[in-house]
């Protein structure tokens, strides 16, 4: 993975700004406040913000003028393109994500979708809360060095803000350890002359007086003027040879602009014939159209005609086939109707059994009030303990009639909605499509999903409510959708009635209307035997309190009234035989129940018949009026037809006219087509084309040569006004006493640097020392740490120690000892973090190239020291990208790499 450019317009402080990066180490300079920090920001807010986010953060990015920040980041991920478009306006702003693969394959995404492809591409975390940042973002912020966290333990950070177990993933593939360190002693005899070069930190010193910071800073100011005048003598001589070159430039020019003239004219000359021949074979091809449609025309009255003579036998013939149908359905119709009567005669005959068993019933009943009444008289002793039985009894009854939810209300109201259920499934079946199948020979048909077979001459029909597909075998599939302005709401009705009906049914706990009747009667049934308890328990009991004899009237007159009450329905009934036993009586009534159930049963069906009859009854009318209504219709196209006929006659004339004029019209269409096609072989053999594009090259040619005359020309000026300056007067003389006086500052440098050296070796020399075993940490990462430290304190001892979460608790080298991270120094904090991250970049990078950010985080490293890390990072490059930014342009140069400095840049952009 790498980053190939970044375009920033209208973001902070940066107006306009264009980068493009290399694969290996890129360094960005300027001073501060130049936007270094704000093109890293606007790069990582282009990758981790959303575009409509109206966080504080993004507020703060909008430059004071005004304007829409825009960010534009083009990067390598896994050989694919990956170029990312961000406008951050509010609700207004836009993301555009383009991803080109190494096939040649482009996928295009915008807003959230360009969001996400991007957070699966780089690695983050699910994106959440009003700015859309990722939950985490995988190994980044170890490789993201801000500005503000240059002086931060790199473990701390991944623990607040990261997800370290991308790092420890890597980590536990690897394993291993290692032990290493020393004390130290402090040697003075050798520190007097140590700290006339460096400070006790290690760093070189730079107090006013110091030999070598003194001998350093004249070196550089020879050195810069050196440079200075020599980029002065080599643009003075490449104007010299400049000013040679478009000299030569201008006067070959010069001859040949007339040359490019003349062809031009003559390339002018030879389209103009092409124009006026494709003119001509313009007009040409009017009459060519005019005459097509004319004879269009004629052939368009001819097939009219025949079209509405085809349309007449069709609707003749269908009027025929629809007369005949209207007949059957009358006569089915009337041979339905003739069936009610039968129906209606066994449904009042069932009624009238019904009532009579009901009447045998009270009967039996009051007769068995007398038996009961007679028993109370004989023995009244026994009636305390037959009251209880029949009070044990009575509440039996009352719990199984409590358990039943049905009510008559409910059955009412099942009827109901079971008759629109039926209603609106006939309407239903009535709307449906009616498909006839007739097969030649034997063929094999699907519809809906059911297959069958036909044989020859064999005929089906099927109905069809629902959108269907019909297949005939392999070689042919019809979509069917029946038609009907009303099927949509027929059929959502049918579906509501159904819903409803099945509703009420579930809510009483029931699965059919039988169910709930045989529920209600069950219900009846009881009710009366609790009614027949009931009254044998007032029986029983005395209207008010007294001795047995007032109890004895009592029961001789309820007997009495019994008896009355059994004569008179006897009389009605005309039923002169009961039974004198109770237990007679109550097996009679309970063979009563029985057949009051079939009673009722049998009424309950015979007027399930007679309204199943009536339905189809209305069935059938319904069948015959469509039939008449679609006769009428068809009546009425039949006559429109033959009118539409006879009015063409009128118009067009007979047949033998439209014919004759059609002929003609062939003809007159045939000669302008033979004379179009002469017209444009000619133009096809002058190669307009050909014409066309010598033209246009000519002109091209000699207005890019005028053109080019006129820029050398101005250049030449330019040339000529910066070799004529006051300032190139005696340029290689003091070029000269420049390289003499670097040279004399460079060696004075260089002999303290060997002094220095000498001291430090011998100080480092006498106060090394072992310092204790490092502690046992994550092998990996503390290998590759110190391996980076040895290479930056030149082969010296160093070792680290860090916590489990990547914290960073201490650091030991030969020459200082161990020292906790936060009591080092700022610069040493800095680059330790620099190291750090780039040992676990490079730990990453085994698995997946990734690049590095540096935003000025070596601001505070001392020169000796920023050779050395600039040798590592320069290796490093060879593996991943570095992007670094610095305000110390001059110190950076020794990095090598690619080098930019903000203010060309911004040059560049404008």
Same mark, same amino acid.
């Given at each position: 993975?790498?980053?190939?450019?970044?375009?920033?317009?209208?973001?902070?402080?940066?107006?306009?700004?264009?980068?493009?990066?290399?694969?290996?180490?890129?360094?960005?300079?300027?001073?501060?406040?130049?936007?270094?920090?704000?093109?890293?920001?606007?790069?990582?807010?282009?990758?981790?913000?959303?575009?409509?986010?109206?966080?504080?953060?993004?507020?703060?990015?909008?430059?004071?003028?005004?304007?829409?920040?825009?960010?534009?980041?083009?990067?390598?991920?896994?050989?694919?393109?990956?170029?990312?478009?961000?406008?951050?306006?509010?609700?207004?702003?836009?993301?555009?994500?383009?991803?080109?693969?190494?096939?040649?394959?482009?996928?295009?995404?915008?807003?959230?979708?360009?969001?996400?492809?991007?957070?699966?591409?780089?690695?983050?975390?699910?994106?959440?809360?009003?700015?859309?940042?990722?939950?985490?973002?995988?190994?980044?912020?170890?490789?993201?060095?801000?500005?503000?966290?240059?002086?931060?333990?790199?473990?701390?950070?991944?623990?607040?803000?990261?997800?370290?177990?991308?790092?420890?993933?890597?980590?536990?593939?690897?394993?291993?350890?290692?032990?290493?360190?020393?004390?130290?002693?402090?040697?003075?005899?050798?520190?007097?002359?140590?700290?006339?070069?460096?400070?006790?930190?290690?760093?070189?010193?730079?107090?006013?007086?110091?030999?070598?910071?003194?001998?350093?800073?004249?070196?550089?100011?020879?050195?810069?003027?050196?440079?200075?005048?020599?980029?002065?003598?080599?643009?003075?001589?490449?104007?010299?040879?400049?000013?040679?070159?478009?000299?030569?430039?201008?006067?070959?020019?010069?001859?040949?602009?007339?040359?490019?003239?003349?062809?031009?004219?003559?390339?002018?000359?030879?389209?103009?014939?092409?124009?006026?021949?494709?003119?001509?074979?313009?007009?040409?091809?009017?009459?060519?159209?005019?005459?097509?449609?004319?004879?269009?025309?004629?052939?368009?009255?001819?097939?009219?005609?025949?079209?509405?003579?085809?349309?007449?036998?069709?609707?003749?013939?269908?009027?025929?086939?629809?007369?005949?149908?209207?007949?059957?359905?009358?006569?089915?119709?009337?041979?339905?109707?003739?069936?009610?009567?039968?129906?209606?005669?066994?449904?009042?005959?069932?009624?009238?059994?019904?009532?009579?068993?009901?009447?045998?019933?009270?009967?039996?009943?009051?007769?068995?009030?007398?038996?009961?009444?007679?028993?109370?008289?004989?023995?009244?002793?026994?009636?305390?303990?037959?009251?209880?039985?029949?009070?044990?009894?009575?509440?039996?009854?009352?719990?199984?009639?409590?358990?039943?939810?049905?009510?008559?209300?409910?059955?009412?109201?099942?009827?109901?909605?079971?008759?629109?259920?039926?209603?609106?499934?006939?309407?239903?079946?009535?709307?449906?499509?009616?498909?006839?199948?007739?097969?030649?020979?034997?063929?094999?048909?699907?519809?809906?999903?059911?297959?069958?077979?036909?044989?020859?001459?064999?005929?089906?029909?099927?109905?069809?409510?629902?959108?269907?597909?019909?297949?005939?075998?392999?070689?042919?599939?019809?979509?069917?959708?029946?038609?009907?302005?009303?099927?949509?709401?027929?059929?959502?009705?049918?579906?509501?009635?159904?819903?409803?009906?099945?509703?009420?049914?579930?809510?009483?706990?029931?699965?059919?209307?039988?169910?709930?009747?045989?529920?209600?009667?069950?219900?009846?049934?009881?009710?009366?035997?609790?009614?027949?308890?009931?009254?044998?328990?007032?029986?029983?009991?005395?209207?008010?309190?007294?001795?047995?004899?007032?109890?004895?009237?009592?029961?001789?007159?309820?007997?009495?009234?019994?008896?009355?009450?059994?004569?008179?329905?006897?009389?009605?009934?005309?039923?002169?035989?009961?039974?004198?036993?109770?237990?007679?009586?109550?097996?009679? %009534?309970?063979? /009563?129940?029985?057949?009051?159930?079939? &009673? #009722?049963? =049998?009424? @309950? !069906? $015979? +007027?399930?018949? *007679?309204?199943?009859?009536?339905?189809?009854?209305?069935?059938?009318?319904?069948?015959?009026?469509?039939?008449?209504?679609?006769?009428?219709?068809?009546?009425?196209?039949?006559?429109?037809?033959?009118?539409?006929?006879?009015?063409?006659?009128?118009?067009?004339?007979?047949?033998?006219?439209?014919?004759?004029?059609?002929?003609?019209?062939?003809?007159?269409?045939?000669?302008?087509?033979?004379?179009?096609?002469?017209?444009?072989?000619?133009?096809?053999?002058?190669?307009?084309?050909?014409?066309?594009?010598?033209?246009?090259?000519?002109?091209?040619?000699?207005?890019?040569?005028?053109?080019?005359?006129?820029?050398?020309?101005?250049?030449?000026?330019?040339?000529?006004?910066?070799?004529?300056?006051?300032? %190139?007067?005696? /340029?290689?003389?003091?070029?000269?006493? &420049? #390289?003499? =006086?670097? @040279? !004399? $500052? +460079?060696?004075? *440098?260089?002999?303290?640097?060997?002094?220095?050296?000498?001291?430090?070796?011998?100080?480092?020399?006498?106060?090394?020392?072992?310092?204790?075993?490092?502690?046992?940490?994550?092998?990996?990462?503390?290998?590759?740490?110190?391996?980076?430290?040895?290479?930056?304190?030149?082969?010296?001892?160093?070792?680290?120690?860090?916590?489990?979460?990547?914290?960073?608790?201490?650091?030991?080298?030969?020459?200082?000892?161990?020292?906790?991270?936060?009591?080092?120094?700022?610069?040493?904090?800095?680059?330790?973090?620099?190291?750090?991250?780039?040992?676990?970049?490079?730990?990453?990078?085994?698995?997946?190239?990734?690049?590095?950010?540096?935003?000025?985080?070596?601001?505070?490293?001392?020169?000796?020291?920023?050779?050395?890390?600039?040798?590592?990072?320069?290796?490093? &490059? #060879?593996?991943?990208?570095?992007?670094?930014?610095?305000?110390?342009?001059?110190?950076?140069?020794?990095?090598?790499?690619?080098?930019?400095?903000?203010?060309?840049?911004?040059?560049?952009?404008?």
């Amino acid at each position: 993975m790498h980053i190939h450019s970044i375009r920033v317009c209208e973001f902070g402080t940066i107006d306009h700004l264009e980068v493009e990066f290399t694969d290996g180490l890129n360094v960005i300079s300027g001073p501060n406040e130049a936007g270094k920090s704000t093109l890293m920001k606007a790069a990582w807010f282009a990758l981790t913000r959303r575009c409509t986010s109206k966080a504080q953060e993004i507020r703060n990015i909008v430059p004071n003028s005004g304007g829409t920040p825009e960010v534009e980041v083009s990067l390598i991920v896994d050989g694919s393109a990956y170029r990312l478009e961000k406008t951050f306006d509010g609700q207004s702003g836009t993301a555009h994500l383009r991803v080109e693969d190494q096939d040649g394959g482009v996928d295009d995404y915008t807003g959230d979708e360009a969001d996400e492809a991007i957070r699966e591409a780089l690695g983050f975390g699910e994106a959440s809360g009003r700015k859309g940042v990722p939950e985490h973002f995988g190994f980044w912020p170890a490789v993201w060095v801000r500005q503000d966290e240059r002086q931060m333990d790199p473990g701390k950070h991944l623990t607040g803000k990261g997800d370290p177990d991308s790092i420890s993933s890597v980590l536990a593939q690897i394993g291993g350890d290692l032990l290493a360190g020393s004390g130290a002693e402090i040697v003075e005899r050798a520190q007097e002359e140590y700290e006339k070069f460096f400070t006790s930190s290690g760093n070189l010193t730079s107090r006013s007086g110091a030999p070598l910071h003194e001998a350093t800073e004249e070196r550089d100011r020879a050195e810069k003027r050196f440079n200075e005048l020599k980029q002065t003598r080599d643009r003075y001589e490449e104007d010299l040879d400049r000013h040679s070159r478009i000299q030569d430039e201008i006067g070959g020019l010069g001859d040949q602009i007339p040359e490019l003239k003349e062809e031009a004219e003559d390339a002018q000359e030879a389209f103009g014939q092409v124009q006026e021949l494709e003119e001509e074979i313009e007009k040409k091809d009017t009459e060519l159209d005019t005459a097509k449609s004319e004879r269009n025309r004629l052939k368009e009255r001819l097939e009219r005609r025949d079209d509405l003579r085809d349309t007449i036998g069709g609707l003749e013939d269908d009027l025929e086939e629809k007369t005949s149908v209207i007949e059957e359905k009358r006569e089915a119709l009337e041979a339905h109707r003739d069936g009610r009567d039968e129906l209606t005669e066994s449904k009042e005959q069932a009624s009238e059994q019904l009532e009579e068993l009901k009447e045998t019933q009270r009967t039996l009943r009051a007769h068995l009030d007398v038996i009961r009444a007679a028993e109370r008289l004989e023995d009244l002793e026994a009636r305390t303990s037959r009251l209880e039985d029949l009070q044990e009894r009575r509440d039996d009854l009352t719990g199984e009639i409590a358990g039943i939810a049905v009510e008559r209300e409910d059955i009412d109201q099942l009827e109901t909605l079971k008759e629109t259920r039926d209603e609106t499934k006939t309407r239903l079946e009535t709307a449906a499509a009616r498909l006839r199948f007739q097969a030649s020979s034997e063929v094999e048909l699907e519809v809906g999903g059911e297959e069958f077979m036909l044989s020859g001459e064999e005929q089906t029909t099927r109905n069809v409510e629902e959108p269907t597909t019909i297949r005939v075998e392999s070689l042919l599939e019809i979509e069917v959708e029946p038609g009907g302005e009303d099927l949509a709401s027929i059929r959502e009705s049918a579906g509501e009635a159904e819903n409803e009906y099945e509703e009420l049914l579930g809510d009483l706990g029931v699965e059919s209307l039988a169910d709930a009747r045989s529920q209600t009667q069950e219900w009846d049934r009881l009710e009366t035997r609790l009614a027949s308890i009931k009254e044998q328990i007032e029986d029983l009991l005395p209207e008010e309190d007294g001795d047995l004899s007032e109890a004895k009237i009592r029961a001789e007159r309820e007997l009495e009234q019994a008896q009355n009450k059994r004569g008179d329905l006897s009389d009605s009934e005309g039923e002169t035989s009961l039974p004198d036993d109770e237990a007679d009586v109550r097996g009679r %009534l309970d063979e /009563l129940e029985d057949e009051l159930e079939a &009673a #009722r049963n =049998e009424a @309950e !069906e $015979a +007027r399930e018949k *007679v309204q199943a009859h009536d339905t189809r009854t209305q069935e059938l009318r319904e069948e015959l009026q469509r039939a008449e209504t679609q006769a009428e219709g068809i009546e009425e196209s039949l006559e429109t037809a033959r009118e539409d006929l006879e009015a063409h006659r009128t118009s067009h004339g007979p047949d033998e006219k439209i014919e004759s004029d059609l002929d003609e019209a062939k003809e007159i269409f045939q000669d302008r087509k033979e004379d179009v096609e002469s017209l444009r072989s000619k133009l096809d053999a002058m190669s307009p084309e050909d014409l066309e594009a010598r033209k246009e090259r000519t002109e091209e040619a000699l207005e890019s040569a005028r053109e080019e005359k006129k820029g050398l020309e101005e250049e030449l000026n330019k040339v000529r006004g910066r070799l004529e300056s006051d300032d %190139l007067r005696g /340029l290689h003389g003091r070029l000269e006493d &420049a #390289r003499q =006086e670097l @040279e !004399e $500052a +460079r060696a004075e *440098v260089r002999r303290l640097e060997r002094q220095a050296e000498a001291a430090k070796l011998l100080y480092e020399t006498l106060t090394e020392s072992r310092a204790e075993a490092r502690k046992k940490y994550l092998a990996p990462l503390r290998e590759e740490v110190e391996d980076l430290l040895g290479r930056f304190f030149d082969a010296e001892k160093t070792a680290v120690e860090f916590g489990e979460a990547f914290t960073l608790q201490k650091l030991s080298r030969s020459s200082d000892g161990s020292l906790e991270f936060d009591q080092l120094s700022t610069g040493a904090k800095q680059q330790l973090s620099v190291l750090v991250r780039l040992a676990m970049a490079r730990l990453i990078a085994r698995e997946t190239p990734h690049p590095m950010f540096l935003d000025d985080a070596l601001s505070d490293t001392d020169p000796n020291r920023l050779r050395a890390i600039a040798d590592i990072l320069h290796s490093a &490059a #060879r593996e991943m990208q570095i992007i670094m930014t610095t305000c110390h342009h001059d110190r950076h140069r020794r990095l090598s790499g690619t080098t930019m400095r903000m203010d060309v840049l911004k040059q560049q952009a404008v």
